[in-house]
Protein backbone atom coordinates (compact mmCIF):
# COMPACT_ATOMS: atom_id res chain seq x y z
CA UNK A 1 0.00 0.00 0.00
CA UNK A 2 1.65 2.96 -1.37
CA UNK A 3 0.56 5.88 1.27
CA UNK A 4 0.50 9.31 0.35
CA UNK A 5 0.94 12.39 2.37
CA UNK A 6 -0.78 15.94 1.84
CA UNK A 7 -0.04 19.37 3.71
CA UNK A 8 -1.84 22.71 3.72
CA UNK A 9 -0.56 25.67 6.37
CA UNK A 10 -2.93 29.14 6.22
CA UNK A 11 -3.07 31.86 8.44
CA UNK A 12 -6.30 33.65 9.80
CA UNK A 13 -6.32 36.73 11.92
CA UNK A 14 -8.38 35.28 14.66
CA UNK A 15 -7.66 33.65 18.02
CA UNK A 16 -6.73 30.17 18.38
CA UNK A 17 -10.19 29.69 20.55
CA UNK A 18 -12.36 30.99 18.11
CA UNK A 19 -10.56 29.28 14.77
CA UNK A 20 -10.73 25.65 16.96
CA UNK A 21 -14.38 26.65 17.95
CA UNK A 22 -15.18 26.59 14.27
CA UNK A 23 -13.59 23.46 12.94
CA UNK A 24 -14.53 21.44 16.22
CA UNK A 25 -18.70 22.36 14.61
CA UNK A 26 -19.00 19.18 12.06
CA UNK A 27 -21.87 21.67 10.72
CA UNK A 28 -19.37 23.87 9.32
CA UNK A 29 -17.65 21.42 6.58
CA UNK A 30 -20.30 22.03 4.65
CA UNK A 31 -19.47 26.01 4.38
CA UNK A 32 -15.56 25.09 3.71
CA UNK A 33 -16.47 22.02 1.30
CA UNK A 34 -16.53 22.74 -2.28
CA UNK A 35 -20.43 22.43 -3.59
CA UNK A 36 -19.07 20.24 -6.54
CA UNK A 37 -18.71 17.76 -4.05
CA UNK A 38 -22.58 18.09 -2.85
CA UNK A 39 -21.83 17.07 0.41
CA UNK A 40 -24.29 16.61 3.05
CA UNK A 41 -23.57 15.38 6.64
CA UNK A 42 -26.07 12.82 7.48
CA UNK A 43 -25.61 12.21 11.03
CA UNK A 44 -27.95 14.19 13.25
CA UNK A 45 -27.43 17.81 14.62
CA UNK A 46 -25.86 18.43 16.76
CA UNK A 47 -22.70 16.46 16.54
CA UNK A 48 -20.81 16.54 19.58
CA UNK A 49 -17.06 16.28 18.81
CA UNK A 50 -15.24 14.10 21.36
CA UNK A 51 -12.72 11.41 20.77
CA UNK A 52 -14.98 8.50 19.57
CA UNK A 53 -17.45 10.53 18.01
CA UNK A 54 -18.49 8.99 14.54
CA UNK A 55 -19.76 11.33 11.46
CA UNK A 56 -21.65 9.97 8.45
CA UNK A 57 -21.49 11.89 5.15
CA UNK A 58 -22.90 11.83 1.55
CA UNK A 59 -21.26 13.16 -1.39
CA UNK A 60 -20.59 13.09 -4.87
CA UNK A 61 -16.81 12.38 -6.53
CA UNK A 62 -17.15 13.21 -10.30
CA UNK A 63 -20.98 13.12 -10.03
CA UNK A 64 -20.96 8.79 -8.21
CA UNK A 65 -22.55 9.41 -4.58
CA UNK A 66 -19.84 8.08 -2.12
CA UNK A 67 -21.14 7.45 1.88
CA UNK A 68 -18.09 8.27 3.53
CA UNK A 69 -17.76 7.24 7.77
CA UNK A 70 -15.44 9.03 9.81
CA UNK A 71 -14.20 8.46 13.53
CA UNK A 72 -12.38 11.29 16.03
CA UNK A 73 -9.17 9.60 16.48
CA UNK A 74 -7.63 12.10 18.51
CA UNK A 75 -9.16 15.27 20.69
CA UNK A 76 -6.92 18.03 21.99
CA UNK A 77 -8.94 21.00 22.10
CA UNK A 78 -7.86 23.82 20.99
CA UNK A 79 -4.44 22.51 19.38
CA UNK A 80 -5.36 19.47 17.97
CA UNK A 81 -8.04 16.22 16.74
CA UNK A 82 -7.47 13.52 14.30
CA UNK A 83 -10.17 12.07 12.08
CA UNK A 84 -9.41 9.04 10.64
CA UNK A 85 -12.14 6.99 7.75
CA UNK A 86 -13.63 4.19 8.69
CA UNK A 87 -15.45 3.72 5.42
CA UNK A 88 -15.56 5.69 2.34
CA UNK A 89 -13.28 5.41 -0.50
CA UNK A 90 -10.01 5.12 1.10
CA UNK A 91 -8.11 2.57 1.74
CA UNK A 92 -6.42 4.91 4.39
CA UNK A 93 -7.38 8.52 5.51
CA UNK A 94 -5.75 10.39 8.37
CA UNK A 95 -6.28 13.94 8.83
CA UNK A 96 -4.59 15.45 11.57
CA UNK A 97 -5.69 19.30 12.14
CA UNK A 98 -3.50 21.16 14.00
CA UNK A 99 -3.66 24.78 15.63
CA UNK A 100 -1.53 26.99 16.62
CA UNK A 101 -0.68 30.95 17.66
CA UNK A 102 1.19 32.80 15.28
CA UNK A 103 1.69 36.84 14.61
CA UNK A 104 -1.68 37.72 16.44
CA UNK A 105 -3.31 34.94 14.68
CA UNK A 106 -3.82 31.24 14.58
CA UNK A 107 -1.61 28.71 11.87
CA UNK A 108 -4.09 26.04 10.90
CA UNK A 109 -2.19 22.80 9.50
CA UNK A 110 -3.39 20.06 7.88
CA UNK A 111 -1.72 16.80 7.58
CA UNK A 112 -3.60 14.18 5.38
CA UNK A 113 -2.40 10.73 4.96
CA UNK A 114 -3.80 8.42 2.85
CA UNK A 115 -4.08 5.16 0.45
CA UNK A 116 -6.25 4.04 -2.55
CA UNK A 117 -7.70 1.02 -3.15
CA UNK A 118 -7.10 -1.64 -5.97
CA UNK A 119 -2.91 -1.33 -5.56
CA UNK A 120 -0.97 -0.45 -9.00
CA UNK A 121 -4.22 1.09 -10.47
CA UNK A 122 -4.77 3.20 -7.49
CA UNK A 123 -1.06 4.72 -7.86
CA UNK A 124 -2.08 5.22 -10.99
CA UNK A 125 -5.86 6.77 -10.29
CA UNK A 126 -3.75 9.05 -7.82
CA UNK A 127 -1.42 10.58 -10.24
CA UNK A 128 -4.05 11.27 -13.01
CA UNK A 129 -6.69 12.29 -10.60
CA UNK A 130 -6.83 12.03 -7.10
CA UNK A 131 -3.73 14.50 -6.47
CA UNK A 132 -5.20 17.03 -8.67
CA UNK A 133 -8.90 16.58 -7.01
CA UNK A 134 -7.17 16.97 -3.48
CA UNK A 135 -5.29 20.44 -4.38
CA UNK A 136 -8.97 21.41 -6.11
CA UNK A 137 -10.79 20.63 -2.86
CA UNK A 138 -8.32 22.07 -0.27
CA UNK A 139 -7.57 25.27 -2.16
CA UNK A 140 -11.35 25.47 -2.00
CA UNK A 141 -11.73 25.08 1.44
CA UNK A 142 -8.57 27.92 2.16
CA UNK A 143 -10.03 30.37 0.72
CA UNK A 144 -13.12 29.79 2.51
CA UNK A 145 -11.66 29.45 6.25
CA UNK A 146 -9.83 32.73 4.98
CA UNK A 147 -12.91 34.39 4.14
CA UNK A 148 -14.75 33.73 6.90
CA UNK A 149 -11.86 34.48 9.47
CA UNK A 150 -11.94 37.94 7.51
CA UNK A 151 -8.22 37.15 5.80
CA UNK A 152 -9.68 37.79 2.74
CA UNK A 153 -7.84 36.15 -0.76
CA UNK A 154 -4.22 34.08 -0.76
Known amino acids: ?16 AEVFDFFSRAENLAEITPPWLDFKILTPSPIRMEEGTRIAYLLRIHGLPCRWLTYIERWNPPFEFVDVQQKGPYRLWR ?14 SDHVEFALPFGPL ?22 QVRLHFGAGPA
Request: glycine residues 4%; charged residues 30%; hydrophobic residues 40%.
Open 1 to 16: MNVHVFERKIWVPASI
Open 95 to 108: HTHRFSEEDNGTLI
Open 122 to 143: GDLIYRLQVAHDLKKIFDYRAE
